[in-house]
């Protein structure tokens, strides 16, 4: 899969947590697109590295969008149970 492949593929993946899992999060497409990149990329490797569960280079192949989402969504947890609600505005 090329590059703009996994921008697109973090993408979604990053929307699709953040609808799982609402709340205020880093905002804004670059910071959903970061967050489901970085998500898509952790995905892959704990499927590959504890799942033993190779990921696909084919853009389609529901492991890899699973592995994504599923990386994505413990960034988010993570970036909540670190960084709480200092977001929000007193």
């Given at each position: 899969?090329?590059?703009?492949?996994?921008?697109?593929?973090g993408l979604v993946a990053g929307?699709?947590?953040?609808?799982?899992?609402?709340?205020?999060?880093?905002?804004?497409?670059?910071?959903?697109?970061?967050?489901?990149?970085?998500?898509?990329?952790?995905?892959?490797?704990?499927?590959?590295?504890?799942?033993?569960?190779?990921?696909?280079?084919?853009?389609?192949?529901?492991?890899?969008?699973?592995?994504?989402?599923?990386?994505?969504?413990?960034l988010l947890i993570a970036y909540?149970?670190?960084?709480?609600?200092?977001?929000?505005?007193?």
């Open positions: 899969m090329s590059i703009i492949g996994w921008i697109i593929l929307v699709i947590a953040k609808v799982l899992l609402p709340g205020r999060d880093p905002g804004g497409l670059v910071g959903t697109t970061l967050i489901g990149i970085v998500g898509a990329f952790l995905g892959g490797w704990i499927s590959s590295r504890f799942l033993d569960r190779p990921i696909s280079n084919d853009f389609f192949d529901m492991a890899t969008w699973v592995a994504a989402i599923g990386g994505s969504l413990v909540r149970l670190l960084f709480g609600n200092s977001r929000e505005r007193r």
